[in-house]
């Protein structure tokens, strides 16, 4: 049921960011990748995605901001956010703010596949 | 203009503590030669300078004490001498008024008065009368000298003129030492006449007696020539030259030391006869007089000697103790800065490991997500497409690269607090170091502008100590300036023996308050997460490498640390000045 459901990837680091996108297309997801704030939110404003994992730390426009972006643009698209190991801190923040939930870097692919299921569930 | 203050003024005691850290053996070697020289010195001049007074003195007194009272029988002795020639003379002078020439040109009467005479006196041999023709008209005494012509010979003029007359001595007939006096008168027809007697010089050598009674003396009696008026015991017989140099006669009573022509050394005290052209000499060894000094001389030098070598073994025995001291002190608070100076390194490592942590996890990520991508190839039986495989393995090998870039920096900055030198390019470290935080400046915007010129002298320093020097004042400058604030590297060539680094921000700036304390430990204004150790261990690990730092700042404009380093390591620079 989750194949198809397209999802917003967002990091600065365009290494791991594109080769998620590959590894999530390989297992029936319609994946798009946004290296900076500015263009996940230009993605947001033109296309429609059903989850958005999102890293809280990038130069430029934080994870948190393009949260508060998405707010206003996307109420309803569940945000899983990516944090660092030793910053929970922004993890839990990012899920006062209204995030669907946090995962830990370096991910574990099922743990995500899971995670941005339950999301679609919840959301459907 | 930002107000400017070098941390000498900042951090005046912890200078003090680094300074001890240089060079310790041969700082203290020097520290104890100079506190050791000092204390020999402040001790000895004074003793010296007593002890050679004391005995200056001791030997004055001892002189005044000896001589003093032969100087006094000298003088006593020589006036004993005149009062003889006065006596004599008067006797002349008595008979000379008491009687006419006519009564005395009688034979019989002078004969008489002769006898009178040498019953009364003694020591007269002959006595005569010279009229104004200088011919002996009377004459009484053991020679044939009646009707003597003595008008052509020098006394009879000089008596005529001085109107007495003392001889010096002479030998007489019988080949003894006799003094010949006269005394001249005039008659009632104012013609002049001369009563003249001739004397044996038996009252010299009693008079002389006296005074030669101790064997170690000499005394004798010379005229104003030098002659000897009598027996010397060590300058010989009457009527010969003195050997000694006399002093001048119109001084007094005199004291000389002299080395006679036989080479002993002797002290002479020449007392003149004021009235008479005599002068009484007396000899002594000098050893006589300076034996007690002599033996004084040799106590003293004992004292002083023992007394030395007592100081130079106490200020040895206490310096090398003193020394030992300072030198444990210093240690105890070199061990003691040292360990907290591992306290900031940790306390640094600790404030790193969250950006490194994060940096880390990136390379770590993509790592993960390569290999995840490699099996998801095999699993999927997609491993054919081997250009893919590749560029994943290839991109695994390039994060592991930025992993082990990552721990080789950090191991770099965990070594041990130890100056290791080596030639190293400032402008290399700095960027090396700027790696720490790179990751921070790039999520926080911040603008980092470079001012580094290639052909920056190389340095020989510590590149682990210059990297938490850097990376200290690097932190500062990021969590002085808000996001998208701008920190500028510059570096440039100050002197030819110093490089300067200098690292500026826009940041919040320091008051002139907190620019007067940064150097000091434990202050600090990042209430709740700063030790306040940062600047005091840079500062030491600059002092340490030799370099200082100025430091301008205003408050809302920002700061500027400038480190200066030499390009030698300070010992060498020490050794080549």
């Known amino acids: 049921m989750n194949s198809k459901a397209s999802i917003l990837l967002v990091d600065d680091e365009e290494e791991f960011v594109t080769t998620l996108a590959e590894r999530l297309e390989i297992r029936g997801f319609q994946p798009e990748a946004a290296t900076s704030g500015q263009q996940a939110v230009e993605l947001m404003e033109n296309r429609h995605f059903d989850v958005m994992v999102l890293d809280v730390k990038m130069p430029g426009m934080s994870g948190l901001k393009v949260m508060e972006k998405a707010r206003e643009l996307r109420p309803d698209l569940p945000i899983i956010l990516l944090t660092g190991h030793g910053s929970t801190d922004d993890g839990v923040q990012g899920m006062h703010q209204g995030a669907f939930d946090f995962l830990m870097k370096p991910l574990d692919i099922d743990e995500l596949i899971s995670k941005i299921s339950e999301a679609i569930a919840e959301n459907s | 203009m930002p107000e400017t203050r070098t941390w000498r003024e900042s951090v005046k005691k912890m200078r003090g503590q680094e300074d001890k850290k240089k060079n310790l053996p041969r700082r203290y070697k020097t520290l104890r030669r100079n506190i050791t020289a000092l204390m020999i010195l402040v001790t000895i001049i004074p003793l010296t300078v007593m002890a050679v007074t004391s005995a200056l003195q001791y030997q004055k007194n001892i002189k005044a004490e000896r001589i003093t009272p032969m100087q006094a029988i000298a003088s006593k002795t020589a006036h004993s001498f005149e009062l003889f020639m006065e006596e004599r003379l008067s006797a002349l002078h008595f008979i000379a008024s008491s009687y006419s020439s006519e009564i005395l040109s009688g034979q019989a009467t002078l004969h008489r008065i002769f006898r009178i005479l040498r019953e009364e006196y003694g020591g007269y041999v002959d006595l005569g009368l010279i009229n104004n023709e200088g011919r002996q008209v009377s004459y009484t005494g053991p020679y044939d000298l009646l009707n003597k012509d003595y008008s052509d010979q020098q006394w009879f003029h000089e008596a005529r003129v001085r109107g007495v007359y003392l001889s010096d001595v002479f030998m007489g007939y019988r080949d003894l030492p006799h003094i010949a006096l006269a005394v001249e008168n005039l008659n009632e027809k104012g013609e002049s006449w ?322 007067s304390q940064i150097f000091e430990p434990f202050f600090t204004t990042k209430k709740g997460y700063g030790t306040g150790l940062g600047l005091p261990i840079t500062y030491g690990i600059v002092n340490k490498l030799g370099g200082d730092i100025k430091v301008e700042s205003k408050v809302g404009e920002g700061t500027v640390f400038t480190i200066f380093l030499p390009t030698q390591p300070p010992g060498d620079r020490d050794n080549e000045q």
């Open chain 2, 194 to 515: 001369i009563l003249r007697a001739t004397m044996d010089t038996k009252k010299f050598r009693d008079l002389l007696s006296q005074v030669n009674l101790d064997p170690i003396r000499d005394a004798f009696i010379v005229n104003d020539e030098g002659v000897l008026q009598s027996d010397s015991r060590l300058y010989g017989k009457v009527l010969e030259n003195c050997p000694l140099e006399l002093p001048d006669s119109s001084s007094g009573t005199q004291v000389k030391e002299v080395t006679d022509p036989d080479g002993r050394n002797v002290v002479m005290i020449y007392s003149p006869l004021v009235k008479y052209d005599f002068g009484l000499v007396m000899v002594l060894p000098q050893t006589s007089i300076y034996k007690a000094w002599h033996s004084l001389k040799q106590e003293i030098f004992f004292v002083y000697i023992a007394s030395v070598a007592l100081i130079i073994l106490v200020v040895f025995s206490s310096t090398h103790r003193l020394v030992k001291r300072i030198r444990e002190a210093d240690e105890k608070r070199e061990t003691a800065f040292r360990e907290l100076e591992y306290t900031q390194k940790l306390s640094s490592i600790g404030r790193l490991a969250a950006g490194v942590a994060h940096e880390i996890n990136n390379p770590l990520s993509i790592i993960n997500e390569k290999a995840g991508l490699m099996k998801d190839l095999v699993d999927h039986d997609m491993h054919h497409d081997k250009e893919k495989l590749m560029r994943s393995v290839n991109q695994v090998l390039n994060s592991v690269d930025r992993c082990r870039n990552i721990t080789h920096r950090l191991l770099g900055f965990a070594k041990r607090i130890g100056v290791k030198y080596e030639v190293l390019d400032v402008n290399e470290v700095l960027r090396e170091t700027l790696g720490f935080l790179e990751k921070e400046a790039h999520h926080r915007d911040l603008q980092i502008e470079f001012n580094l010129p290639e052909d920056l002298p190389r340095i020989s320093s510590d590149r682990g100590q210059l990297q938490q020097v850097f990376l200290n004042i690097l932190s500062n400058a990021f969590a002085a300036v808000d996001d998208g604030g701008r920190v500028v590297l510059s570096t440039f060539e100050h002197d030819e023996n110093t490089v300067a680094v200098s690292i500026g921000d826009n940041g919040h700036g320091m008051s002139e308050e907190t620019m």
